[in-house]
């Protein structure tokens, strides 16, 4: 595709509620990135795919939080027994290759409401 | 973890050459420094990279010195269309995975 997409772009739920958070990245990109960006803070970095290996997941804040990724395609953020410190807006990207020296292209965000 | 620091905000009249310095004192050896640019509601945009000394392209420059403890960012002659919050970014590599840490952005406000 031309560019990073996510789904939906505004998700408002309930305390306790299960979310799942879509992300399709640039055609062809290997790595994925997801952030999770808190209002008026800068960007926390969540979790990385190489293909469709998550080589480390010690950044998703709890074990309420788990992602998956579909080969080198699709990638769902999972977020399980929301609470309202969940709140913010979740943020994907894709590289070519994952390198440290890649440009980063990033979506629109999907924007997470907790009541 | 790399530890990364900004000026929260800073304002410039049209025109100006604005420089936003980050702070990253506890750089390793192979981490790399990126600059992103970010407008309301919208995911962040790459504007440069570098390892050391100066790279530019053709809308910033990035300045990093020897001992690559702080980068700074320069936009030469800005516009109202360069208010946006900036980050910088350091990107390392370990035990087969990345640590990507993000400062906490400077909002930059250019006055007419």
């Known amino acids: 595709g031309a560019g990073v997409s996510q789904s939906p772009s505004n998700k408002v739920t309930e305390k306790g509620k299960d979310v799942e958070l879509r992300c399709d990245p640039i055609s062809g990109h290997t790595a994925l990135y997801w952030y999770r960006q808190r209002l008026g803070q800068g960007l926390e970095f969540l979790i990385y795919?190489?293909?469709?290996?998550?080589?480390?997941k010690s950044g998703l804040p709890s074990d309420r939080f788990s992602a998956e990724r579909t080969g080198e395609s699709v990638s769902t953020l999972t977020i399980q027994r929301t609470q309202q410190e969940d709140s913010a807006v979740y943020l994907c990207a894709s590289s070519f290759q994952g390198g440290l020296q890649e440009t980063q292209y990033f979506g629109p965000g999907t924007r997470l409401l907790v009541l | 973890l790399a530890k990364t620091t900004q000026p929260i905000s800073m304002d410039s009249y049209e025109g100006q050459e604005v420089n936003i310095t980050c702070s990253h004192n506890n750089i390793a050896t192979n981490d790399y420094i990126t600059w992103y640019q970010q407008f309301p509601s919208q995911g962040p945009r790459f504007i440069i990279q570098g390892y050391k000394t100066k790279v530019t392209n053709e809308v910033a420059s990035l300045f990093i010195p020897a001992d690559r403890k702080s980068s700074t960012l320069s936009l030469p002659r800005v516009s109202l269309s360069d208010t946006a919050v900036y980050y910088c970014?350091?990107?390392?590599?370990?035990?087969?995975?990345?640590?990507?840490?993000f400062g906490k952005g400077t909002k930059l406000s250019v006055i007419p």
């Open positions: 795919f190489q293909g469709n290996s998550a080589p480390d």
């Open positions: 970014l350091v990107a390392r590599s370990g035990a087969g995975s990345y640590q990507l840490t």
